[in-house]
T-cell receptor, first 109, second 116 residues
């Protein structure tokens, strides 16, 4: 399973765009990249998933370069309620997911 | 997105008793479910993979006789913590994998277990 590396923490202010980058140098050909958000005492919530290039949904964008050795989660115009831990996971479709340490995002007013 | 529920949301029990936690996929079928535990300020740790109709696969270091997993239907998996002790106190989270489309994993809200 590909190991992921993310910044331990990030600070931002309301209204700013936040980009969290995840490194996964040994990603396999069949692996997908999935991002989850977790609030304290809650289960992780699915944000976005992708294989290559760019994926966008109503809450975020995911940028994946051609070599797929990293990915960037982009959160547009964050609010206080986006304060949470964000996890980047890599694994083949339907396979088990191994969580890394995640990135603790703190959004300030 | 798909919805996964867990019951109970929190439970307090005496040391030596057994506790059962249910995980249900409410609007999709899941041949595979996963069980995690999470300690305060730590990341999720995968305990086992639960496959409908077959034995669960446990991660290294997880006692299968301690944490009994049953996946009797396409929408229900249960985790039973047998003879619970205070060190088993933790936040237990399940996830269910869609069997169609992107096969994304969706997580339940978690169960807080406190063993006295």
């Amino acid at each position: 399973l590909a190991k992921t590396t993310q910044p331990i923490s990030m600070d931002s202010y309301e209204g700013q765009e936040v980009n969290i980058t995840c490194s996964h140098n040994n990603i396999a050909t069949n692996d997908y990249i999935t991002w989850y958000q977790q609030f304290p005492s809650q289960g992780p919530r699915f944000i976005i998933q992708g294989y290559k290039t760019k994926v966008t949904n109503e809450v975020a964008s995911l940028f994946i370069p051609a070599d797929r050795k990293s990915s960037t989660l982009s959160l547009p115009r964050v609010s206080l309620s986006d304060t949470a831990v964000y996890y980047c996971l890599v694994g083949f479709m339907g396979g088990k997911l191994i969580f890394g340490q995640g990135t603790e995002l703190s959004v300030k007013p | 997105g798909a919805v996964v529920s867990q019951h109970p949301s929190r439970v307090i029990c005496k040391s030596g008793t057994s506790v059962k936690i249910e995980c249900r996929s409410l609007d999709f079928q899941a041949t595979t479910m996963f069980w995690y535990r999470q300690f305060p300020k730590k990341s999720l740790m995968l305990m086992a993979t639960s496959n409908e109709g077959s034995k669960a696969t446990y991660e290294q270091g997880v006692e299968k006789d301690k944490f009994l997993i049953n996946h009797a239907s396409l929408t229900l998996s249960t985790l039973t913590v047998t003879s619970a002790h205070p060190e088993d106190s933790s936040f237990y989270i399940c996830s269910a994998r869609e069997t169609s489309g992107a096969e994304t994993q969706y997580f339940g809200p978690g169960t807080r277990l406190l063993v006295l």
